[in-house]
């Protein structure tokens, strides 16, 4: 990527576990040629000593695994440095999986079991069977919701198939328990046929309070959340389009509140249609932007483009209303913000320079952006990237927790437009007027009250209750099922 020199990540880091001679400098001449080779010492432990011998485990943080790689090699080549065993740390932590299943109760005795198991389930089996809405109060679905993917469009790395995709889906389940406290389960589906997915999705979705489609590749993916929307009566959620579409309209809001200016009155070029790009326009539109263009790669799209058809044929018919026909860096020029969900250097640093004074620069193709952000913010107020070594990281995980858990909370059958704008002016709002500037208008994951204020504002959009009860056993009260 012209411009982004690649950082050391602990994405890439490794431990390396070595034996050096004890005393001596050889310690110092190992830190100092990884140091030279470009990466990074995170940790040094000593794991056994002895007169002449020092065993050590050496974590260190690389750009790449062929970074890795050298640097091992040049760690081997240090004079008394013996190399033991090497392991990739993202390796190991995804060994045997990263999520599992727990009881919430213990089963100590045969009460336990009775009760739990047979013969007191049945009791509530047969209460279910009485009325099916108790099956939110009595079992895992209050809670739960399946993460479907066809392996089609798995983060950048495009069809690679439905166990390929499992690490990522089993990761977005890790997420969804540690920000929202919801119970995920990741369903890859070895199928890419849209009649079977929604076929599959419909069958389970009795065990589920929602269904988070994810990484289905366009334009397969706005055919199955359509259908799914209309069979079940639970929310559907796409998170490569709503979830991106949240955060994108999160960040821009506070963009403006940086540069002064207003929604309504700018300029906005858009590089990508597919998923993710479709769903952002349709936020900004509901949002009260009024000028979009937006190019794909065969070019602008507009009215007189031959070949249109499905979301494409919407978007001409809802955007450019000027009938714009030139390229997306003609089209760049006089913009005043310009949002890229598309592939790695579109644009150049020349082209940020001929949009408006106090432009707005989002470009989150990843791992390699749009255009060098070091360049775009020569000429730009505000740049977004979707990479963590940059500031204004948009990430998606900045909204899907919330919403799901918002969802849930208000028992919701749905998911409507004026959730999805709930959640991003919560967002945008977690970012106080004393903390907004240039470098931070998306707040921290980590930040509590993200997921918090996204979910009680999707809980207040879908009718929801205004407070929570404070016991899980309150949902009883009234129930035929209650004792």
């Known amino acids: 990527m012209q411009g982004v020199s690649a950082v050391p990540s602990v994405s890439y880091s490794i431990t390396v576990r070595l034996e050096v001679p004890a005393g001596g400098a050889s310690v110092s001449q190992?830190?100092?040629?990884?140091?030279?080779?470009?990466?990074?010492?995170?940790?040094?432990?000593?794991?056994?000593?002895?007169?002449?011998?020092?065993?050590?485990?050496?974590?260190?943080?690389?750009?790449?695994?062929?970074?890795?790689?050298?640097?091992?090699e040049i760690m081997a080549a240090v004079p008394g440095v013996v190399i033991g065993k090497v392991s990739d740390r993202t390796f190991l932590m995804h060994l045997g999986g990263k999520i599992e299943m727990q009881t919430?109760?213990?089963?100590?005795?045969?009460?336990?079991?009775?009760?739990?198991?047979?013969?007191?389930?049945?009791r509530v089996c047969l209460a279910i069977a009485k009325n099916k809405d108790d099956a939110r109060r009595l079992t895992v679905k209050r809670n739960s919701i399946a993460v479907i993917t066809d392996g089609s469009a798995v983060l950048g790395l495009g069809n690679i198939g439905p166990e390929a995709a499992l690490p990522v889906m089993e990761g977005k389940a890790a997420l969804f328990k540690r920000f929202a406290g919801i119970d995920a389960w990741p369903l890859c589906l070895d199928t890419q046929d849209v009649d079977e997915i929604v076929a599959v999705a419909k069958a389970v979705a009795p065990g589920f309070a929602g269904i988070n489609l994810e990484d289905i590749s366009a334009p397969r993916c706005f055919e199955v959340e359509r259908r799914l929307r209309e069979l079940l009566d639970i929310p559907?959620?796409?998170?490569?389009?709503?979830?991106?579409?949240?955060?994108?309209?999160?960040?821009?809001?506070?963009?403006?509140?940086?540069?002064?200016?207003?929604?309504?009155?700018?300029?906005?070029?858009?590089?990508?249609?597919?998923?993710?790009?479709?769903?952002i326009i349709k936020l900004l539109l509901a949002a009260g932007a009024g000028d979009i263009v937006v190019a794909d790669i065969e070019g602008v799209v507009h009215r007189g483009r031959g070949g249109l058809a499905g979301e494409l044929l919407w978007l001409a018919e809802h955007t450019n209303r000027l009938d714009f026909t030139g390229s997306l860096r003609e089209a760049?020029?006089?913009?005043?913000?310009?949002?890229?969900?598309?592939?790695?250097?579109?644009?150049?640093?020349?082209?940020?320079?001929t949009m408006a004074e106090d432009a707005i620069v989002f470009a989150l193709a990843n791992p390699e952006p749009e255009v060098d952000?070091?360049?775009?913010?020569?000429?730009?107020?505000?740049?977004?990237?979707?990479?963590?070594?940059?500031p204004n990281q948009i990430n998606n995980v900045l909204a899907f927790p919330g919403v799901f858990r918002g969802l849930l909370d208000a028992q919701s059958s749905e998911i409507t437009e004026t959730m999805l704008l709930a959640a991003a002016r919560a967002l945008a709002g977690v970012v106080s007027d004393g903390e907004l500037n240039a470098a931070y208008i998306t707040p921290s994951v980590f930040n509590a009250d993200v997921h918090t204020a996204v979910a009680a504002a999707v809980r207040r959009a879908a009718g929801g209750p205004a407070e929570l009860p404070a016991d899980p056993s309150d949902d009883l009260a009234g129930s035929e099922v209650a004792v």
């Open 30 to 72: 190992l830190t100092t040629a990884v140091e030279q080779a470009g990466g990074v010492v995170t940790a040094l432990d000593v794991t056994a000593s002895g007169h002449e011998r020092l065993r050590m485990d050496v974590t260190v943080a690389a750009r790449d695994t062929n970074h890795a790689d050298e640097i091992v």
């Open 236 to 279: 559907v959620f796409h998170d490569d389009q709503h979830g991106t579409a949240i955060v994108v309209l999160a960040a821009l809001y506070n963009a403006l509140r940086v540069v002064g200016k207003d929604i309504a009155q700018v300029r906005i070029v858009m590089s990508g249609a597919g998923a993710a790009g479709t769903a």
């Open 373 to 390: 952000p070091v360049e775009a913010s020569r000429y730009a107020a505000v740049v977004a990237t979707g990479r963590s070594d940059f």
């Open 104 to 122: 919430k109760h213990p089963i100590r005795n045969r009460d336990d079991l009775s009760m739990i198991y047979t013969p007191g389930v049945a």
């Open 332 to 353: 760049v020029a006089g913009a005043d913000v310009f949002v890229g969900v598309s592939a790695p250097n579109v644009l150049r640093g020349e082209d940020v320079a």
